[in-house]
């Protein structure tokens, strides 16, 4: 009994692996290969379509190959198979693809992909707000946010390095993300989807005054540099002037 529930929980979520299909994301504009892997042979009577939800794109035959009106211009057949480029897709492209063999003995699918288009995620914005500092440390919190989502997150900061609460990757609407995260001195609100990533930035300095600067330490320790180099010189100076008047009076 047991096993019977087990096997069909396997059986039911491969079925739905399979219903889905390969999932691919394409950016707007681009093309897309509606690949077969399979080696797919015709028989006289056969035939094999490409369809997009149900509705067909074009469809081969033992000896011809015909897109339907809808698509005609925006296909390609690449190789010699079944295989297919589709041109310049729009959002309105998503959809399942599916590779249909038709023969006397039934259906076969044989390839089956769920597209999704998508266009360049949207620059996001990054706005900082109650930033409070002490001698010692500085809290602020970040808002990142697209035209229909935001995410928050709030930094701890010492003279050194910040902790940061929140601001993890979150889906606003499908496959598309916000995500908060600092690096090399910076906060980013980074925008994605499958096809594209923006972001904003800002520095922790800019926020925090108190940071310690790299470039200002440098900057420092150049001036410690050429001030002592200075002195050493200096005082060489001074001992061989001296030296040689000794010489000068031994002579
Ligand atoms: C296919 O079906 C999905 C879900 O119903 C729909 O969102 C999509 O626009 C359809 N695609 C095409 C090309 O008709």
Known sequence: MFIFVILGLLVCTE????????????????????????AVVLGKFDDFSWKCNKSNIVRFTFNDKGASPHYTGRIEFPENNFSVKLKNLQEADSGVYTAVVMKDSGDETEAKYSVKVQDRASLPLLTVSSVSESSSSCSFTVTCSSQDS?????????????????????????????????????IICNHSNHVSWTNDTNTIKDVCHQQDDPEGLSVCLVKTCVFSVGLIIMVSAVITVHLMEKLNKNK
């Open 15 to 38: 079925a739905q692996g399979i219903s889905a299909g390969t999932p691919v994301f394409v950016l707007k504009g681009e093309d897309l290969l509606l690949n077969v892997t399979k």
């Open 150 to 186: 935001h995410i928050n997150s709030t930094f701890t900061c010492d003279t050194r390095t910040c902790s940061q609460e929140g601001g993890e990757r979150s889906e606003g609407i499908p496959d598309t993300f916000l995500q908060v995260y600092q690096s090399s001195g910076s």
